[in-house]
């Protein structure tokens, strides 16, 4: 079986923590002003997102950017 990438690990990492939280990807995308379908890419590991929106999905889902890299 192939190992995950590392985007692959930061998705799962944010649909868990995400779903944790009880918000939608598209609630999450509002509170972070970014579309539903790039939260659904970074979830599926298909989009690689910027230390800069690491951070405002961290803060939205009130959690240490570290919790949300840490695989």
């Known amino acids: 079986m192939?190992?995950?990438?590392?985007?692959?690990?930061?998705g799962s990492k944010l649909k868990e923590l995400r779903k944790?939280?009880?918000?939608?990807?598209?609630?999450?995308g509002f509170m972070?002003?970014?579309?539903?379908s790039y939260i659904s890419g970074v979830e599926r590991g298909?989009?690689?997102p910027s230390i800069k929106n690491v951070?405002?999905?961290a803060r939205a889902l009130n959690v240490k950017?570290?919790?949300?890299?840490n695989f």
């Open 55 to 57: 951070a405002k999905i």
């Open 20 to 28: 944790q939280s009880g918000l939608t990807q598209e609630e999450l």
């Open 32 to 36: 972070i002003k970014l579309d539903r």
């Open 2 to 10: 192939a190992r995950k990438s590392a985007q692959q690990k930061l």
């Open 65 to 69: 950017i570290s919790e949300l890299i």
């Open 46 to 48: 298909v989009r690689n």
